[in-house]
């Protein structure tokens, strides 16, 4: 089993930008949507990226338990659910660590149901926080931290997290400068999308005032 491979785009071992407390972030390399506006047009192909076997990032992971502190994996995308055996024994492992485990899916929890995957339907049954929905770059989200649109929902579906007040604050955006150059992270105000990736908009973005879309608060939720 530790010997199963999987298709990484990006991972930080220790960020605050991605979830609840410190986290352990990974971006699949891979994801079938093209939601306008995606922060991560590079890691949408399947192909790409970087071959990482479970043993390896299970180690990464207790490192950054012990040495940094993190409380939890953040699986993203690409798209966690297309990755599903990766994102499945990720997430055991970060439980068998005492960890918690955050999804964010560009589909609803009811169109992963339906698909009647068994291996999704057990990662869902491994995560203490789902975001499900795709990335509506017209609805952005200023008022959930860590969320990109206001139509996606957050799903708590073990009584370790709520809606607390770090839910309440800013989105947060980090920026790392080491030895392979610059990587950023997080969600960055709607004018800053992409910027640092060096593409640019082909058309402004449209002005949402928050009386104009009214703000799906999400299930129990985000
Ligand atoms: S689901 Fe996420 S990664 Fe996929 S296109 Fe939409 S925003 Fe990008």
Redesign the pocket.
């Known amino acids: 089993m530790q010997d199963l491979t999987m298709q990484i785009a990006q991972i930080v071992p220790c960020t605050e930008a991605e979830g609840p407390g410190k986290r352990f972030a990974v971006w699949f390399q891979g994801?079938p949507?093209?939601?306008p506006g995606?922060?991560?047009p590079e890691?949408?192909p399947f192909k790409g990226g970087h071959t990482r076997t479970l043993r390896d990032l299970i180690d990464e992971l207790t490192r950054a338990r012990d040495e940094s502190g993190v409380e939890g994996i953040t699986l993203?995308?690409?798209?966690p659910t297309s990755h599903a055996a990766a994102s499945l024994a990720l997430a055991q492992a970060s439980r068998q660590l005492g960890l918690s485990v955050m999804v964010?899916?560009?589909y609803t929890v009811e169109e992963l149901n339906a698909r009647g995957d068994a291996t999704v339907a057990e990662l869902i049954a491994t995560t203490d926080i789902l975001v499900d929905g795709?990335?509506i770059r017209e609805q952005p989200d200023t008022e959930r931290r860590w969320i990109?649109s206001r139509n996606q929902r957050i799903h708590f579906l073990t009584p370790r997290y709520s809606l607390d007040e770090q839910w309440r604050q800013k989105n947060t955006l980090e920026i790392r400068v080491d030895k392979d150059g610059i990587s950023v992270n997080g969600f960055p105000a709607a004018d800053a999308v992409g910027l640092w990736k060096g593409w640019r908009r082909k058309k402004p973005l449209p002005t949402v005032t928050t009386q104009s879309v009214e703000h799906a608060q999400g299930t129990d939720t985000r």
């Not at 993203?76 to 798209?79: D, I, L, V, Y």
């Open positions: 994801c949507l093209r939601c995606c922060c991560n890691f949408l993203m995308g690409g798209e964010f899916s560009g795709p990335y990109g």
